[in-house]
Structure formats: structure tokens, C-alpha cells
């Protein structure tokens, strides 16, 4: 897969980053073990993960793969949190999965932007992925209204020169939630993730206000959602013309699809 170096910085990864969002919806170990080894074997060289992600359990399988290729890269996010204790067992996230759709409280994520509960989950993530530097950390779902701007940046410069962090930044579903963030501060991020479709083009604030697109998310799911009968690969090629220079998040929990996906990259 072609390997791109992402707009404004001099970060490299492959085109297209593999996202664990929904990992922990393979209920087998094994399944998402193998599955995490097939993205690299299809050279994606660069994770997408949270500690929100399968209540902590996306970084913890991730941190098998990363063993095994030290030449991987990752990102992963702070402030927002899994719902209730860390350390659950796997009956319980399973118990919280499926009951979340009727209560959402028991899936709904902890909103923290403390500097303090930032610095403790990034420890933990480091730990999970059993890495010392984490290569972008982003804010998820940044509300600038709650977030001490000048306190961050003291963090994140802090971070790289301890060499904890390489890149820091914002990722949002909310195109209107970062562009407030930009609007008020832009030393605060030097990667931006965000949400865009082929479709509605979300992730255009970022052309307005100046800024490239540099890791941008979610346009299979929308595309499936708005657009049933659409063959992945004409979505495919929309995407591609949507982010051509920068890097696209994509996930899938089957194997099938990673083929398929895979096979149109080598195409390219
Ligand atoms: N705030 C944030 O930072 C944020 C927010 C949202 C997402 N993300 C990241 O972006 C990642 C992707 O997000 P997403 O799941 O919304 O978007 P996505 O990757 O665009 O969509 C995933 C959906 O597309 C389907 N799919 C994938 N490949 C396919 C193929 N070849 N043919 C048919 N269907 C296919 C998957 O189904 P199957 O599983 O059946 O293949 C799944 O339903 C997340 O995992 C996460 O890492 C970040």
C-alpha cells in the first residue's frame, strides 16, 4: 500500500489507517488477533485506537501486533473514557454492549478534560500498547468551551520533549466541534481527525478556515447507511478523490472485507 506523509507535518504511514472503533464487536480474541495481523500483512502501517475503544481492550490487542512490527505506528486519544471500572471482564463489556442499545448509560463514555486524568490514561495506553512514545494523541471530542487551552499546549510540548508524543492534536464526529476549536486556537493541534463523507463533505470547514485534510473518517459507514445499493468499490474511488493527499481511517470486522479492500489498493 502506498505510504503518504500526512499534510503539515512529516509524519508517514500508510494510506489508509486501520480504526478499532468496533473491534471488540468480534467477541473471539482469536478472531480480532487475526484479523489486526491481516491489516498488517495488507501494509497498513498505521492504528487507530482509544481507551474508550472496547473499554480499554482495542489498545490490549493492538499491543500483540505492535510487539511483533516495531515499525508500526499508532494513535490514540484522551478525555474520553469507558463507562464504569477499569480492568472489566470480558462478561461485563459484553453485558454492556448489548444492553447499551436500550440504556445507553451503561456505554455512554466519561467526559473528562482534566490534565490530570489525561496524564493518568495516558500511562495506561502506553502500558496497554506497551510503547514508550505514542505517535499522535489527540483529544476525542474536544468542547473548547471546557478545555483550558493554555494548560494543553503546556502538556502536549511537555509530552514531546519527554518523548512521550510525536504529534498532537483534535478528532471529532463534529465537523461545528472542531472548527470552534481552530477558531479559537490553533496552536493547540498539529493533526486534525475528522469526519467527512462523500456525500455532505463534513470535513470542508477545513478548506475554509485554511487547513488541509489530513486523517478523515467514517466514509464506508455513512455511505452504507445513506447509499445501500452503492458497490464499495464506487465508494472506494469517491473516497479517494474526497482525501487525496492526506490519510483515511477505515474499519471493518470482517476478513472478507479487508480482502477486498486490499485488492483495490494494490490496483491503485
Ligand atoms: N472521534 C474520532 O476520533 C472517531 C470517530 C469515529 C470513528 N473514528 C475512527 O474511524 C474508524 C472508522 O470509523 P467508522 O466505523 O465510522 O467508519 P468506516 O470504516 O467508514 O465504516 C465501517 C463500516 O463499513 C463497513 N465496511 C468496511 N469495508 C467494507 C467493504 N469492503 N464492503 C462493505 N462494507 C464495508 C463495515 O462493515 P463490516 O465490519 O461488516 O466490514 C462497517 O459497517 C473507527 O474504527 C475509529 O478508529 C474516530
Same mark, same amino acid.
Given at each position: 500500500?502506498?505510504?503518504?506523509?500526512?499534510?503539515?507535518?512529516?509524519?508517514?504511514c500508510s494510506?489508509f489507517i486501520f480504526g478499532?472503533?468496533?473491534?471488540?464487536?468480534?467477541?473471539?480474541?482469536?478472531?480480532?488477533?487475526?484479523?489486526?495481523?491481516?491489516?498488517?500483512?495488507?501494509? /497498513?502501517?498505521h492504528f487507530d485506537?482509544?481507551?474508550?475503544?472496547?473499554?480499554?481492550?482495542?489498545?490490549?490487542?493492538?499491543?500483540?501486533?505492535?510487539?511483533?512490527?516495531?515499525?508500526?505506528?499508532?494513535?490514540?486519544?484522551?478525555?474520553?473514557?469507558?463507562?464504569?471500572?477499569?480492568?472489566?471482564?470480558?462478561?461485563?463489556?459484553?453485558?454492556?454492549?448489548?444492553?447499551?442499545?436500550?440504556?445507553?448509560?451503561?456505554?455512554?463514555?466519561?467526559?473528562? /478534560?482534566?490534565?490530570?486524568?489525561?496524564?493518568?490514561?495516558?500511562?495506561?495506553?502506553?502500558?496497554?500498547?506497551?510503547?514508550?512514545?505514542?505517535?499522535?494523541?489527540?483529544?476525542?471530542?474536544?468542547?473548547?468551551?471546557?478545555?483550558?487551552?493554555?494548560?494543553?499546549?503546556?502538556?502536549?510540548?511537555?509530552?514531546?520533549?519527554?518523548?512521550?508524543?510525536?504529534?498532537?492534536?483534535?478528532?471529532?464526529?463534529?465537523?461545528?466541534?472542531?472548527?470552534?476549536?481552530?477558531?479559537?486556537?490553533?496552536?493547540?493541534?498539529?493533526?486534525?481527525?475528522?469526519?467527512?463523507?462523500?456525500?455532505?463533505?463534513?470535513?470542508?470547514?477545513?478548506?475554509?478556515?485554511?487547513?488541509?485534510?489530513?486523517?478523515?473518517?467514517?466514509?464506508?459507514?455513512?455511505?452504507?447507511?445513506?447509499?445501500?445499493?452503492?458497490?464499495?468499490?464506487?465508494?472506494?474511488?469517491?473516497?479517494?478523490?474526497?482525501?487525496?493527499?492526506?490519510a483515511?481511517i477505515?474499519?471493518?470486522?470482517?476478513?472478507?472485507?479487508?480482502?477486498?479492500?486490499?485488492?483495490?489498493?494494490?490496483?491503485?
Amino acid at each position: 500500500m502506498e505510504k503518504i506523509i500526512i499534510p503539515n507535518t512529516n509524519f508517514q504511514c500508510s494510506k489508509f489507517i486501520f480504526g478499532t472503533g468496533n473491534l471488540l464487536n468480534i467477541l473471539s480474541k482469536k478472531k480480532r488477533l487475526k484479523l489486526l495481523n491481516s491489516a498488517v500483512d495488507k501494509n /497498513f502501517s498505521h492504528f487507530d485506537t482509544s481507551p474508550y475503544y472496547g473499554f480499554g481492550q482495542a489498545e490490549t490487542n493492538l499491543r500483540e501486533i505492535l510487539k511483533k512490527n516495531q515499525n508500526l505506528t499508532i494513535t490514540t486519544k484522551v478525555s474520553l473514557y469507558p463507562p464504569g471500572r477499569s480492568n472489566q471482564s470480558l462478561l461485563e463489556m459484553i453485558f454492556r454492549k448489548s444492553f447499551g442499545k436500550f440504556l445507553p448509560f451503561l456505554v455512554k463514555p466519561n467526559i473528562d /478534560f482534566t490534565i490530570k486524568k489525561a496524564n493518568k490514561s495516558l500511562e495506561e495506553s502506553l502500558k496497554r500498547l506497551g510503547r514508550d512514545c505514542i505517535d499522535i494523541l489527540l483529544i476525542h471530542e474536544p468542547i473548547i468551551e471546557l478545555i483550558n487551552t493554555e494548560e494543553w499546549k503546556k502538556w502536549f510540548g511537555q509530552l514531546i520533549k519527554e518523548g512521550k508524543i510525536r504529534y498532537f492534536g483534535l478528532s471529532s464526529l463534529v465537523a461545528s466541534r472542531l472548527e470552534k476549536c481552530i477558531v479559537k486556537d490553533n496552536k493547540l493541534f498539529n493533526i486534525l481527525q475528522t469526519l467527512d463523507s462523500v456525500d455532505l463533505m463534513e470535513a470542508d470547514f477545513l478548506k475554509k478556515n485554511n487547513f488541509p485534510l489530513q486523517i478523515t473518517h467514517s466514509y464506508m459507514a455513512s455511505s452504507k447507511k445513506r447509499y445501500p445499493e452503492k458497490s464499495y468499490k464506487d465508494i472506494f474511488n469517491q473516497i479517494l478523490k474526497r482525501n487525496p493527499d492526506g490519510a483515511i481511517i477505515i474499519s471493518t470486522r470482517s476478513q472478507k472485507h479487508l480482502t477486498e479492500f486490499s485488492n483495490l489498493l494494490k490496483n491503485l
